[in-house]
């Protein structure tokens, strides 16, 4: 089974900085790895899919890149909404998933 | 738009059969998933069921235990779980999966886009 491990657990930053989240995986994913953001009651929204293609109406500040075993998701000015928790999911051997334990983004 | 039902208490040992009605979108043209999330946990995929019903995939913890199917006309994907344990309680949430057309794939993200639904095992 390919383990996904997610860093920092916790960022906690302000709005309009720079937030960057981490996804490595224990073995190749190639570039089948996506980005889900979930708030609190909240299904998960999907945000990024095969690690750079944005999802539909999700706004540019929010990107993808990484391939292989790294990946990284970068919101270049945080906005109040993008707080949550966040997790990325591979489909290596689709059509069976893995997620990461999530990364929870906090307001400072 | 995808709508989770069919959630609620059971006791150990017991069964229960959830449903997740689509629209918005061909819904014989995509793969369908579901994926829980336990209490205070993070997200796992549990089964998906290919656009015609004939491939179908679970995670090792629910095998031969949870059914996966689905009814096209109805537009409804059905997850029939049995022998249900505690550690199977969470919220059960349906998923758009991969695009299948003219034989080819197409994938765009797993697309959770329903509230869903909370079953919770307990005696």
């Known amino acids: 089974e390919i383990v996904l491990t997610q860093s920092p657990d916790t960022l906690s930053l302000s709005p309009g900085e720079r937030a960057t989240l981490s996804c490595r995986a224990s073995q190749s994913v190639s570039g089948y790895l996506a980005w889900y953001q979930q708030k609190p009651g909240q299904a998960p929204r999907l945000l990024i899919y095969d690690a750079s293609n944005r999802a539909t109406d999700i706004p540019a500040r929010i990107s993808g890149s990484g391939s292989g075993t790294d990946f990284t998701l970068t919101i270049s000015s945080l906005e109040p909404e993008d707080f949550g928790v966040y997790y990325c999911q591979q489909r290596r051997n689709w059509p069976s998933y893995t997620f990461g334990q999530g990364t929870k983004l906090e307001i400072k | 738009q995808l709508v989770e039902s069919g959630g609620g208490l059971v006791q150990p040992g017991g069964s229960l059969r959830l449903s997740c009605a689509a629209s918005?979108?061909?819904?014989?043209?995509?793969?369908m998933t579901w994926v829980r999330q336990a209490p205070g946990k993070g997200l796992e995929w549990v089964a998906n069921i290919k656009q015609d019903g004939s491939e179908k995939d679970y995670v090792d913890s629910v095998k031969g235990r949870f059914s996966i199917s689905r009814d096209n006309v109805k537009k409804s994907l059905y997850l029939q779980m049995n022998s249900l344990r505690a550690d199977d309680t969470a919220v059960y949430y349906c998923a758009r999966d991969m695009a299948v057309a003219g034989g080819s794939y197409y994938y765009y993200g797993m697309d959770v886009r329903g509230q869903g639904t909370t079953v919770t095992v307990s005696s």
């Open positions: 918005g979108f061909t819904f014989n043209n995509y793969w």
